[in-house]
């Protein structure tokens, strides 16, 4: 059975500094590009951030690039979400999910197989 399990979510104040983890099992990890998702209340979903499989390729969403950082440890089968300088906009579930294909500069409207349960990140003013 393939599962996504994601930790590291929380309360954490402006500024301050969170780690998501995505640990992965029942599948080939290192086949499969990564992405981070999320989604606030009364808001569509939104990509954050997306690795690719091998070479450790990253993109970033515009809200959140030069403070998240994504990363990958293929023998761990888990991806990282590094989040620093946290704003109250960046509260949300996150969601990590696999992909067999790199889309490149369109990751976000990829087809993602796998999912999550999601991850609450609150970051107060």
């Known amino acids: 059975e393939v599962q996504f399990v994601e930790y590291g979510g929380g309360l954490v104040q402006a500024g301050g500094s969170l780690r998501l983890s995505c640990a992965a099992s029942?599948?080939?990890?290192?086949?499969?590009?990564i992405a981070w998702f999320r989604q606030a209340p009364g808001k569509e979903r939104e990509g954050v951030s997306a690795?690719?499989?091998?070479?450790?390729?990253?993109v970033y969403a515009n809200s959140v690039k030069g403070r998240f950082t994504i990363s990958r440890d293929n023998a761990k089968n888990t991806v990282y979400l590094q989040m620093n300088n946290l704003k109250p906009e960046d509260t949300a579930v996150y969601y990590c999910?696999?992909?067999?294909?790199?889309?490149?500069?369109?990751?976000?409207?990829?087809?993602?197989?796998?999912w999550g349960q999601g991850t609450q990140v609150t970051v107060s003013s």
């Open positions: 029942g599948l080939s990890f290192d086949s499969y590009a």
């Open positions: 690795i690719s499989m091998s070479d450790g390729t990253t």
């Open positions: 999910a696999a992909s067999l294909y790199w889309y490149g500069t369109r990751w976000s409207d990829g087809t993602y197989y796998y």
